[in-house]
């Protein structure tokens, strides 16, 4: 047993017995987190998660920042791939929060652990990171399921700018997906030239089975998301990173013109489908 055990913890890169980095059995874990070197995406900011969980690492100068932490188990690897760019990861000042579900947010209790760094996110997503657990007016609530809870977190406001060396990187709230979802922003400068990089909280409309977005209840979300297209359409954005990759595009990143403004039209289609599918069938 003690054997079986300390096999599954090896095969997860987790130190035996360690509840934070535990494995979370969800199916499309070994999707999610298909390991990747670590890449540089312009100057200092760095691609240190996963083939289909964003983890991005940025160098201020005067200290590391993580955005995400994926699943529990995946906190070891991000951390080699922190070590494996030169950089200690006591390093990590802060750790931002996307949204509080547990593919991005399982492992930032043990990413906060190990490094010593604070976490930040919304108000909202606070709730959520602090409870392990996703909120009442989740779509996703009826999945249920938890996740390590985080103890501290800082909060932020919508368009707050949180400052590190010479980094300064901008909280958009993004609400829809959860109420908590924020995106980041922060510039990366070569000589004159600068890129806004934009890392952009999940913003796909999908629910548990039986959720309703044309509910009355559910007009705090549907706005949220409306809210959140005019956000993503006004924000400058020369690199776009979505917290599941392949939301943004083929590749890790997307550095096409327009690629937020793309990927808020990719979620209003899909939500404006599924309103419309469910004034049919309440119509039927
Ligand atoms: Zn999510």
């Not at 100057?43 to 289909?52: A, E, I, K, M, N």
């Not at 995400?68 to 929060?97: E, M, W, Y």
């Not at 938890?146 to 919508?158: F, H, I, L, N, Y």
Request: hydrophobic share 40%; charged share 20%; glycine share 10%.
């Amino acid at each position: 047993m003690i054997a079986t055990l300390t096999l599954a913890a090896l095969l997860a890169g987790a130190p035996a017995g360690d509840s934070l980095t535990r494995p979370m059995a969800v199916d499309r874990a070994g999707e999610w987190l298909a390991p990747l070197p670590p890449e540089v995406i312009f100057r200092r900011s760095y691609l240190v998660g996963f083939g289909g969980l964003s983890v991005v690492l940025i160098d201020t100068g005067e200290g590391l920042v993580l955005i995400d932490g994926a699943l529990p188990q995946a906190a070891p690897a991000i951390l080699a791939n922190v070590r494996k760019l030169g950089f200690d990861p006591k390093d990590i000042k802060f750790i931002l929060s996307t949204e509080p579900h547990f593919d991005h947010a399982g492992g930032l209790a043990a990413l906060a652990r190990d490094t010593g760094a604070t976490v930040v996110a919304s108000a909202r997503g606070a709730e959520g990171l602090k409870a392990g657990a996703l909120a009442k007016d989740d779509p996703q609530r009826a999945y249920g399921g938890s996740w390590p809870r985080v103890a501290k977190v800082r909060v932020v406001k919508d368009g707050e700018v949180l400052r590190l060396g010479r980094t300064a990187i901008t909280a958009h709230a993004t609400p829809g997906h959860t109420m908590g979802s924020m995106s980041w922003s922060w510039q990366a400068c070569e000589g004159r030239t600068c890129k806004t990089i934009v890392f952009a909280s999940s913003l796909n409309p999908v629910s548990a089975e039986g959720y309703k977005y044309t509910a009355p209840a559910s007009a705090p979300i549907v706005q949220g998301f409306a809210a959140s297209y005019r956000r993503m359409n006004a924000m400058p954005c020369d690199i776009l990173i979505s917290a599941h990759p392949d939301n943004a595009g083929p590749g890790r990143y997307n550095a096409e013109p327009g690629a937020c403004r793309a990927y808020a039209a990719r979620s209003q289609k899909l939500l404006g489908e599924r309103l419309a599918q469910e004034r049919k069938e309440s119509t039927k």
